[in-house]
């Protein structure tokens, strides 16, 4: 198979992906190996190639938005069969039998494993996975379509729900339930056609006028470039950028009894806070630790019935430090997909 692979942690101005080719996988008991046809470059892979995430100190593929279709299954495979279209996600292995798996929360699993982290992902043209941890993506998107829905999607979903808000929730006391997004990339632009199909009046605010633009176009009341300018107080709020200093200005722009999600696998340092003038009242912080298996279900059945349509820029595989350079700089509008 062909691959681009992460020998050395470094900046992504480096060039730090290699081209290899290397022995296809073979899939082992449970497992089935897919045929790539797209995978979606996301922030977290910036993270793991720079190394804000711990680095592992071996090789490793990234990517974890993964679309294709399966040419080979191990022994002991059941759910799909060869030719099958199924997508692979970030979360590729949980025990099952602590408190965290028993309690329907497998997302904070101590011995959770990650695609593209701990083991190989998307950045090549074939990748193994445990068939319990593979999911059917909807016919009605295209592979490269459904790529944001694998990981931008799952946690934008999850990161709705840790802000506590829901289908139900489309009016509070007469006035129009509100959601403010802070960042606008591959989560925001999927969260923002949910939100809109569930009720929400949504508010975006993004420094880079494209990304407003996009927000505008898709739905959102305002789209601004600081957080200061919101017009508004909302009772939910998401931080998708991964900027601590976003955080007092997102809970001094909430309502009373709001809540606001914290939905990056990294953040930089959050500023002192005061208590009255951005805790009091009631108002909630929920952090966002990737997503439990059911959270995936629950977005591919909503992202089909929307019906979603992601946004998505293409490269060719051999392009990946491209794709992530253009992603740290705010150059691709919604989501950049690696065609191998």
Known sequence: MKAMVLHRCAPVEQRPLSFQELPDPEPAFGEIRVRIGACGVCRTDLHVVEGELPPLGRAVIPGHQIVGRVDKTGPGVSRFREGDRVGIAWLRHTCGTCEHCLEGRENLCEKALFTGYHASGGYATHAVVREDFAYPIP?????????????????????????????????AGGKPRTLALYGFGSSAHIVIQIARFWGY??????????????????????????????????????????????????????????????AGIYMSAIPPMDYERHLFYEKNIHSVTANTRQDAVELLETAAAVPVRPTVRLYPLEAANEALLDLKNDRIEGTGVLIP
């Not at 379509?145 to 929730?169: F, M, N, Q, V």
């Open 139 to 171: 016919h009605n998107l295209s592979d490269a379509e459904a790529t944001p829905l694998l990981c931008a999607g799952i946690i934008g979903y999850r990161s709705l729900k840790r802000a506590l808000c829901g289908p139900l929730s489309a009016t």
């Open 201 to 262: 009046e949504v508010y975006a605010v993004s420094r880079t006028a494209r990304h407003q633009r996009l927000a505008k176009d898709l739905g959102a009341v305002w789209a601004g470039a600081s957080a200061e300018d919101l017009p508004v107080k909302v009772h939910h709020a998401i931080v998708f950028a991964p900027a601590g200093p976003l955080v007092p200005a997102a809970l001094e722009h909430l309502e009373k009894g709001g809540t606001l999600a914290l």
